[in-house]
């Protein structure tokens, strides 16, 4: 019998939100315009703008964590460490905080980290190129190398894995550790994704032409495309019966993934994949496409994007008159690549949490969807209890989540699992 | 009742036992004069695709190239078609620690060349996913799709992701591959390895097997095939309490029985020598473990059983 799996904290970095508290501010009022990221010249880009984190953040985070978050490790990190995963690490001490994790309850957990390209390897390639040099940690260059910063760090023993497929990597680790808990295989799963700013990527995007010069604008008809952050999102997913047996408030309740692949284009989403994958995480979750209330989708702001969306979407939501809110907050924090999922799943948490849905502040020329959409000036409340939350990513991959309202009625009466 | 499903094929493509050149590693290690003295790396065979790379205009990168060829052996040994494997009944799962090179490929051409030099139809294969992805364009693959990029255990980490597929009823096969592919700066990182340990060997590899749901083997005349289920002593313990399965009883195998390192292919590379080279059976009635000595410190939770014995994949 499959386990209840619930969310019990929540932790996060963006360029302009460090906490949840400023997150959930930024969310309904929208965030602020994309400037040149620090971390290189961008000047020698066509489009030049994005939501970097200020590049100290990731070792600024570290070091100062609080009295009580420093309990939580096992020795101080080191600057290396800070570099590859400050990110993450600073995310998910915000989660565990709020999970109200003992120590010794974080040690029983596993972790899964998402990452679009992950490890040190680049600054190792940059030292390496004209001297015979021992530059880096060895164990910081894998793509899993936040992974396992955070694993030791943490002392963690539970499984340990991490994903790299794109955009859609946040949901592929989060439907992983889903897997540890919902089978019995773990209590507790920290989980999310964690990745700093990449001239090669932002130098990619470029070449590709999907980003946009100014502000990214999803489903909004004058749209040029996306605009890349980096940063990082981290959740506790927990056994809800260990939740409960250590007094723990869950946050929310997440019953369903689906995964589903377009086999269709490298760079060009094709709409059936993405309706596989909802009406899989639907399926598993034990619930009508009626039920939702809020869809937090990938909306990049490119046209293919928005449009195979769109198709998806109308799809399975086939009913006129019982269709979702539908949003993407991509314009508020930028797309932040492996870990967009993640962070799109907190802010789909914090939405039914609130009752509202997070406001489309860039999106001025709104394209004829067949769904509401949260534009500024028209707020949507959300009247249901039930979200779902969307990724499509590189190579036709796509994933989606449900997560439910936390309700103590609808436990299934389990007892711990350790 | 546990889960249970088989493992109806595989396949590994290993190195020839034939050093790289000496070189300096920046460079591919392909001069003479290297820096860091002799070492051993190890290289698979890619006269192919770089025969191939020629005609199609660098539709490929080495690991999807590869990947898609090893697919069609799998197929072929198996007694499938590709037509079988199309639509979204067929997932894909890929393990690897080091991922594509051409995700670090990147960054490099754009030093030595600045923007110009990122081409936007490379930089779209520039992901740990590229492989999975391309092979289910070429196949119709529908099923789920992702990339594992994990430590030593990255393969044995696919399997479980497949496991996990197919319990939850996502989809009814799905291809597991491993991968380790070797180009800078990773060649300079192995080469920095060896220099630390000289005893240590690297070797690229890749490895595919097929799980599926043992009635659609059986469809086939398959049968007594090795099955994969959800550990007993993993039941046994209980999550959380004792996860550190390779420390049991029984006889560890010896995962390395050429001495090169797989890095994350290591864990298929060995279930590939088990499936194919009856070690099993020569080992009688004993308990054994599939376990990578001095890395794992949690086991996957899954055992495999072949003829009647029982192993934890750790």
């Not at chain 1, 089978?183 to 700093?196: K, T, Y």
Request: hydrophobic share 40%; aromatic share 4%; glycine share 10%.
């Amino acid at each position: 019998m499959p386990r209840s799996v619930v969310i019990t904290g929540l932790g996060l970095v963006t360029r302009d939100a460090q906490d949840l508290a400023a997150f959930e501010a930024l969310l309904h009022k929208g965030g602020k315009p994309p400037q040149p990221p620090q971390q290189f010249d961008a000047s020698r880009f066509r489009a030049r703008n994005a939501f970097a984190t200020p590049p100290a953040n990731g070792a600024r985070n570290g070091p100062q964590a609080d009295a009580a978050q420093r309990d939580f490790l096992t020795r101080a990190p080191s600057r290396e460490e800070l570099d590859c995963a400050g990110h993450g690490l600073a995310a998910a001490l915000q989660a565990i905080t709020q999970a109200g994790l003992s120590p010794d309850e974080l040690q029983k957990a596993g972790c899964v980290l998402a990452t679009t390209s992950g490890g040190l390897m680049d600054d190792f390639a940059d030292l390496t190129q004209d001297q015979d040099a021992d530059v880096q940690p060895p164990e910081l260059l894998a793509p899993a190398s936040a992974a396992q910063v955070l694993y030791r760090l943490f002392g963690l023993s539970g499984p340990l894995c991490s994903f790299s497929c794109a955009c859609v990597s946040s949901l592929g680790a989060i439907s992983h550790a889903f897997s540890r808990v919902r089978h019995g295989e773990a209590p507790v799963m920290i989980v999310g994704g964690s990745d700093r700013m990449r001239e090669a990527d932002f130098a990619g995007f470029n070449a590709l032409r999907a980003m946009d010069r100014d502000s990214c604008r999803p489903f909004d008809t004058t749209r040029r495309g996306m605009m890349i952050g980096d940063g990082a999102a981290m959740l506790v997913l927990e056994d809800e019966a260990h939740a409960l047996a250590r007094g723990a408030r869950p946050l929310m309740r997440l019953s369903g993934m689906g995964l589903a692949t377009d086999s269709h284009h490298i760079t060009s989403p094709n709409a059936q994949g993405l309706i596989r994958a909802m009406q899989q995480a639907l399926t598993q979750a034990g619930r009508r496409a009626e039920e939702i209330t809020y869809v937090n989708c990938h909306g990049t702001g490119t046209a293919l994007n928005d449009a195979a969306e769109i198709e998806a979407l109308s799809a399975v939501f086939d009913a006129p008159d019982m269709r979702p809110v539908i949003g993407s907050t991509k314009g508020t924090t930028g797309h932040l690549l492996g870990s967009a999922g993640a962070i799109e799943t907190i802010a789909t948490v914090l939405a039914l949490q609130s009752g509202m849905a997070p406001v489309m502040a860039t999106t001025h020329n709104p394209e004829e969807t067949g769904f509401p959409l949260p534009l500024a000036g028209t707020p949507q409340p959300l009247s249901g209890r039930i979200a779902m939350n969307n990724s499509l990513g590189f190579g036709g991959l796509n994933a989606s989540l449900i997560l439910e309202a936390y309700d103590s009625h609808d436990s299934q009466g389990s007892s711990p699992c350790a | 009742m546990l889960d249970s499903f088989v493992i109806s094929a595989s396949c590994a493509d290993t190195p020839a036992p034939i050093p790289l050149p000496v070189g300096a590693p920046a460079s591919g290690l392909t001069s003479s004069g290297a820096p860091f003295g002799s070492f051993s790396l190890h290289g698979l065979n890619h006269s192919a695709f770089d025969a191939e790379a020629k005609r199609s205009r660098g539709r490929f990168t080495r690991p999807s190239f590869r990947l898609g060829q090893m697919i069609n052996r799998l197929l072929k040994q198996t007694g499938l078609t590709p037509d079988c494997i199309r639509g979204p009944r067929s997932g894909l799962v890929s393990g690897s620690q080091f991922g594509c090179a051409q995700v670090y490929d990147m960054h490099s051409r754009l030093r030595r060349f600045g923007p110009r030099g990122i081409d936007a139809v490379r930089f779209a294969q520039a992901t740990h996913n590229y492989p999975i992805s391309a092979a289910a364009i070429d196949f119709g693959l529908q099923g789920p799709c992702l990339a594992v990029v994990s430590t030593a255990l990255a393969g044995l980490d696919a399997l479980q992701c497949a496991f996990d597929w197919l319990r939850d009823d996502r989809c009814d096969r799905v291809l597991v591959a491993a991968y380790e592919d070797f180009a800078p700066p990773l060649t300079t990182h192995l080469a920095q390895r060896c220099r630390a340990n000289p005893t240590k060997s690297y070797g690229e590899a890749m490895v595919i097997v097929l799980l599926e749901r043992p009635a659609l083997a059986a469809a086939r005349g398959l049968e007594n095939l090795p099955m994969l289920s959800v550990s007993s002593a993993k039941m046994e313990s209980g999550p959380g309490k004792n996860q550190n399965l390779g420390q049991g009883q029984g006889t560890t195998l010896d995962l390395c029985p050429d001495g090169i390192d797989y890095l994350g292919a290591s864990g298929l590379v060995a279930l590939h020598h088990l499936l194919n080279r009856s070690l099993v059976q020569q080992r009688g009635a004993e308990p054994l473990r599939l376990h990578l000595p001095g890395l794992a410190t949690t086991g996957i939770g899954l055992t495999l059983t072949i003829a009647n014995h029982e192993m934890e994949l750790s």
